[in-house]
Every structure is written in C-alpha cells, then in structure tokens.
C-alpha cells in the first residue's frame, strides 16, 4: 500500500504544509476541503491533486481570504464543485489555520500573521509575494520593524524551545527576507548625490547581517548613498574603507557582546581624512544588541532602532558634503 496508489497520509500531508492534523480534518468537515477518495471507506489518503488543493487553501488564507471563501475558491480551482458540508456543532469555533504549528507573534498586526504560516508551511512563492506587497504598501521600515523582524524572531524563539525543530524555517524565511531588502535597495535610486556616504560593515567576529541590510534598505528608501561591507570585515580592510572613501558616517554591527570591539570602533571615530584645512572624520553608529550596556564614547551614537539610525544618518549626510572624489562628474 504505497503513498503513490493510495496517496499520502493526513499526518504526512500536515508535515509538508506546515498545519497541523486537526486543521485539516477540519477544513474537511467544514468546508469540504476534503481527498476525494478515501482507503476502505474512513481514512484520509491525500492524492497530488488533493495537495494541490490544500497548498491554494493555504495560500488564500494567508493572503487574508476568510476560509469558507478560500475553500470555495480552491475546489472550484480542482474542479470539486460539491457544496460544503455543514458544520457539526460539536466542532465549536475554528482555530486559525496552521495553529497547530503556529508561531507566536506578540505585537505583529493580525493581518500581517501570514508570513509566519507561510514560512512554516516552506511556502517560497507566497513569501516573496507577501514581502513585495508588505513593503509596497507599509514601506520598508514599518515593515522591518513590525513584521520581518518580529517574524524572524518568533522563528528563533520557536526552534530554540522545541529541541531545533523549525531551523528550516528560520534559514528559508532569512534567505527571503534578506533577498528583499536586497532588491529594495538596488531598485531604489540615490536622491542626495552631494552627500559622503554611509560606510556599512559588520564587526571582524559578526556573520548577522539582516539587520545591517533592513538598514542599507531604509537609506535606499530614503535616496541616500551607502557602501555596504557586510558580514566580518577585517579590522584593517575597515581602516582602508574609511580612509578611501571618507565617509559621513560608519555603522558598526554587532549581534553578541563578544563580537563588540570598542577599540576597533574608538579608532574609526578618530580616524581623519580630507584635504588640508578640510579635514574631517566619520560619526560611528554602535548598532546591534552587542553594545548594549556598555558606556559610548565621543564621536558615537547607540540608535534604538532602525528608525532612529535612519534619522540620525539623514541629518549627518545632508550635513556632510561628499569628497571630491565621490561627487557625480555631472554636476
């Protein structure tokens, strides 16, 4: 009796959807989401058209289709016309779909929860279809802030507390998240072109880079320049940066207390470059929880957040005009 005569089992189809079991009886018994055939008349056997059936349910309420709507939709998309059934009463209310699975999101907007079911479920397609749409209509730090980041954190805390179930999870929705930020901010076009840019980079013992690229995006966002060095720059490669490029300003990222290097980050706030009579250094934002606690020197800054980063590098690169060799021949 093998999956691909009789189909696949409910707790196997539960598995690759990212729901749990008693979701999908439900949707069975109440809307008539149901296989179309089933082994010796009581057990659920899923065949591929059934699946595919299921993945549109999936898909539709994500995307914040009320289920009875979403079902409607998905059978007539299989060609299953039939009427749901009704709903028994001893059924009581419907719990959320993929509840069974689900992530806990603590000041996410309801209807922003379908990025954790559709990370859950590996859902590729609808995750790069709800974070083009979240960013289009909330922008990129709203978005950040209230969803991404929330998001990806409830995956952390999920898999940390269910022996590193879900890690899965929280790589694929990374990748996608990070593959947005990253395609916002090369679509976006430079507005200030007069201003030194932002220098970008990780401490030389920090791989995290999402936050660093959420900002990247937000300076993008606002039509400011950025160099972007991403995860473990060289103390040393960072001191040529700065020097070849004069920066406005120098955001330093680090996730843990031990990648926090205060010397490395004293020195890019004292370094000087310019021409003479004209010479100036970077202001260093100390970015990341890995700073927290500690006391900031002269010449830094601690953000709170993106946001308050994002304003802080606004005022100094309108501030700060870019060296010669950075200007835009043309003007």
């Known amino acids: 009796m093998s999956d691909a005569q009789y189909g696949m089992t409910t707790g196997a189809v539960a598995r690759r959807l990212g729901v749990s079991p008693t979701t999908l009886r439900s949707w069975d018994q109440r809307y008539g989401i149901g296989p179309a055939a089933r082994e010796d008349?009581?057990?659920?056997?899923?065949?591929?058209?059934?699946?595919?059936?299921?993945?549109?349910?999936?898909?539709l309420t994500t995307s914040g289709?009320?289920?009875?709507?979403?079902?409607?939709?998905?059978?007539?998309?299989?060609?299953?016309?039939?009427?749901?059934?009704?709903v028994p009463a001893s059924l009581g209310p419907m719990r959320a779909p993929g509840s069974g699975n689900g992530l806990l999101l603590?000041?996410?907007?309801?209807?922003?929860?379908?990025?954790?079911?559709?990370?859950?479920?590996?859902?590729?397609p609808t995750i790069d279809t709800l974070?083009?749409?979240?960013?289009?209509?909330?922008?990129?730090?709203?978005?950040?802030?209230?969803?991404m980041a929330p998001t990806l954190h409830a995956v952390g805390r999920k898999w940390e507390s269910s022996d590193d179930r879900y890690v899965e999870v929280e790589h694929l929705l990374s990748w996608h998240i990070s593959t947005a930020l990253r395609q916002f901010a090369g679509s976006a076009r430079p507005r200030v072109?007069?201003?030194?840019?932002?220098?970008?980079?990780?401490?030389?013992?920090?791989?995290?880079?999402?936050?660093?690229?959420?900002?990247?995006a937000g300076l993008a966002e606002r039509g400011l320049p950025?160099?972007?060095?991403?995860?473990?720059?060289?103390?040393?490669?960072?001191?040529?940066?700065?020097?070849?490029?004069g920066p406005s300003a120098v955001v330093l990222w680090s996730q843990s207390r031990s990648t926090a290097d205060h010397a490395l980050a004293r020195h890019v706030a004292e370094t000087w470059f310019g021409v003479k009579g004209a010479r100036t250094h970077p202001l260093v934002l100390l970015a990341g929880p890995g700073w927290a606690g500690r006391a900031?020197?002269?010449?830094?800054?601690r953000p709170s957040g993106l946001r308050e980063a994002l304003d802080i590098l606004t005022h100094r690169c309108t501030a700060v005009p870019a060296?010669?060799?950075?200007?835009?021949?043309?003007?």
């Open 193 to 216: 072109t007069d201003a030194a840019p932002v220098l970008l980079a990780c401490l030389p013992a920090e791989s995290h880079t999402l936050s660093l690229e959420a900002l990247a």
């Open 41 to 59: 008349g009581r057990h659920r056997r899923w065949s591929p058209a059934d699946v595919a059936m299921l993945e549109d349910m999936c898909r």
């Open 226 to 245: 950025a160099r972007m060095f991403g995860a473990a720059l060289p103390a040393e490669a960072l001191d040529a940066a700065v020097r070849r490029l």
């Open 296 to 301: 900031v020197g002269p010449l830094m800054h």
């Open 65 to 86: 289709v009320p289920p009875a709507e979403a079902a409607r939709v998905a059978r007539t998309r299989t060609g299953q016309q039939q009427p749901p059934p009704l």
């Open 323 to 331: 060296p010669a060799a950075e200007r835009d021949p043309a003007g």
């Open 106 to 124: 603590r000041d996410v907007h309801k209807e922003f929860r379908g990025l954790a079911r559709a990370a859950v479920r590996l859902d590729s």
């Open 131 to 147: 974070l083009r749409d979240l960013v289009a209509a909330h922008g990129l730090v709203t978005s950040w802030e209230e969803v």
